[in-house]
């Protein structure tokens, strides 16, 4: 039977799995994001497993029961101790009184399982529903047979020697490719991901990575994961951490399928703008979040990291890190075996029931506290909050003032929006001095710009080089690093940009920084030539062109208009 006293061992148990598993992936944030992504899914597997070890493992109390014989005279149990999660000798009933009735007899220790069954029902009723509308949209997706991307998957499988059968799939429900499943594994794309067919070999080496590497399943057990621990923030810290290193540790399949860095770069900007926005929350896709945008696009454009698939011995030290400490702590207990515990409480119990009434008081006041912060909180939002969006807000520390400014703003905010707001630094501040740059901005897009670092004045800057610019543009010069510097400096040596497209294709083309030098009077060089590795880059002032050819073959060209010739002086007679 679930008790008050077993859920708070696995609490704190889970706290000390979860921490040292951040910890390690600190520890090992210079090695390859499919090693970290091993030492994420063994921690999660360590959580997923706590639970049965709890049960299952023997007790093993190694400290004697006689340190604990003065505490037990200062603490009032409630079906289990608050150090122990063995069940107490003693169980004190509380007695509550109201104006008008008789007193009311009361063991708050049976509301406890009921205030953790609830939340861990609907977060596994979400995940239910997610999963069951993957399936219903791949019943009515219809089967792709445009053959460059029937030819992308079959080289794909082949390079990677995944041999089991794909279903590759398009719908409209989707506004960016997402992939899932185990035993039939199917990558299902958007019409506007088919027609860029150019974009094929990437996007597929992407999902069918997921799919290589059995992510859907992991993906699946940190949402188990998320529902077992709810209450505890740094599980949902691993799991959201275990995710992003699963999407960089697919980037980097991509890579090392010899596709060219700075293109894959523009697609993941491309495919930012069209998120499925959390519609189907059971699945990966090749477009990433607004928070997580920034961290793989720095990774993918970085060539000193170091990429590849976890080794047989990473993944066997990990499990053996990682199960030496879950066992031992999944069977510690902090007293002594009952038996001794009994006879060292017995001379407290006394003390203990004098005491009851006052720590009872003490603990109502101090539920009624948090109830009434949770409850403002759920006015200021105007609707009835959900036990997973309260804890979510206090986990980032959402305040009932903050949610009253940020409505001022906009009145149609919901709690996610406001949660996401809070998670990415965007005060009222932000949003009044980004709107006087960008009249009418989105909450959601100012979310994005200040999830990649934006400032008001880097947005001005890029105003004031191209007038016409949106939010949606900025994000994409600052994911693709172009600053001020970069702009101006390619202004100064003649190059002409009409638009932050511009900007961009230059960048992702292997744009430089051209010098100025002094020449010669009496011998004009109407012609420049620089090399960078395999890239080439030609500036022709006679004709008004600047050239970049990369090592693969691809050229770039910019045409700027030339200075008119002088006038010619008039013909003598």
């Not at 079959?154 to 990677?160: I, L, P, V, Y």
């Not at 992939?179 to 990558?187: D, F």
Request: one cysteine or more; aromatic letters at 6%.
């Amino acid at each position: 039977m679930l008790t008050t006293a077993m859920l708070l061992g696995l609490a704190w148990k889970s706290v000390v799995v979860a921490a040292l598993t951040l910890g390690l992936l600190r520890l090992a944030r210079w090695r390859s994001a499919g090693e970290r992504s091993m030492i994420a899914h063994m921690g999660l597997a360590a959580l997923l497993a706590l639970p049965a070890a709890i049960l299952l493992l023997p007790q093993w109390a190694p400290l004697p029961a006689t340190w604990f014989a003065a505490p037990a005279a200062e603490m009032v149990p409630t079906g289990g101790s608050a150090i122990d999660p063995a069940p107490a000798a003693t169980s004190v009933p509380v007695v509550v009184e109201s104006a008008g009735s008789t007193p009311i007899v009361a063991e708050w220790s049976d509301l406890a399982p009921f205030l953790y069954l609830a939340p861990l029902a609907l977060l596994f009723g979400v995940m239910a529903l997610a999963v069951v509308r993957l399936f219903a949209m791949r019943g009515r997706a219809e089967i792709l047979v445009e053959r460059s991307w029937l030819s992308a998957l079959a080289e794909a499988q082949r390079r990677m020697g995944f041999k089991h059968g794909t279903a590759l799939l398009v719908s409209n429900e989707l506004r960016s490719p997402i992939s899932w499943g185990v035993l039939r594994p199917t990558i299902v794309l958007s019409p506007k991901a088919v027609a860029a067919s150019g974009e094929a070999e990437a996007i597929i080496a992407h999902e069918l990575a997921h799919v290589a590497r059995l992510d859907w399943a992991k993906l699946l057990g940190a949402r188990v994961a998320c529902a077992v621990f709810w209450f505890n923030p740094l599980v949902w810290m691993l799991a959201r951490e275990s995710h992003q290193l699963r999407e960089e540790a697919a980037d980097d399949a991509v890579l090392m399928a010899d596709i060219d860095g700075p293109d894959y770069a523009t697609l993941l900007v491309g495919a930012a703008r069209h998120d499925n926005q959390g519609a189907l929350l059971a699945a990966h896709g090749v477009a990433p979040g607004k928070d997580s945008l920034k961290r793989r696009i720095t990774r993918v454009l970085d060539g000193s990291l170091k990429r590849g698939p976890a080794s047989a011995s990473w993944m066997l030290m990990s499990l053996v890190v990682l199960a030496g400490i879950t066992v031992p702590l999944a069977a510690f207990s902090a007293t002594a075996k009952p038996g001794a515990a009994a006879e060292v409480h017995a001379g407290a119990a006394s003390t203990i029931t004098r005491q009851a009434t006052t720590v009872t008081s003490q603990s109502a006041a101090a539920a009624e506290s948090n109830a009434a912060d949770d409850a403002a909180a759920a006015a200021a939002t105007a609707k009835t909050l959900s036990a997973d969006e309260l804890v979510s807000m206090r986990a980032v520390g959402v305040t009932p003032e903050y949610v009253a400014q940020m409505r001022e703003h906009d009145g149609s905010m919901t709690a996610d929006e406001i949660i996401g707001a809070k998670a990415a630094g965007v005060d009222p501040a932000y949003i009044k001095t980004m709107r006087g740059i960008f009249p009418g901005v989105d909450i959601d897009e100012l979310v994005g710009a200040s999830a990649l670092h934006i400032e008001p004045k880097f947005a001005r800057d890029m105003k004031s080089h191209f007038p016409d610019i949106g939010i949606d543009d900025v994000i994409a010069l600052r994911a693709m690093g172009i600053d001020c510097d970069f702009v101006t400096d390619m202004q100064k040596a003649g190059v002409k940009m009409r638009s932050a497209d511009d900007a961009i294709e230059l960048r992702a083309t292997g744009g430089f920084r051209p010098v100025a030098k002094p020449r010669p009077a009496a011998t004009p060089r109407p012609v420049a030539k620089a090399v960078r590795g395999d890239n080439v880059a030609i500036v022709d002032m006679e004709r008004g062109v600047i050239e970049a050819r990369r090592g693969d073959g691809r050229t770039a060209r910019i045409e700027f208009p030339q200075a008119p010739e002088p006038p010619r002086p008039p013909a003598r007679d």
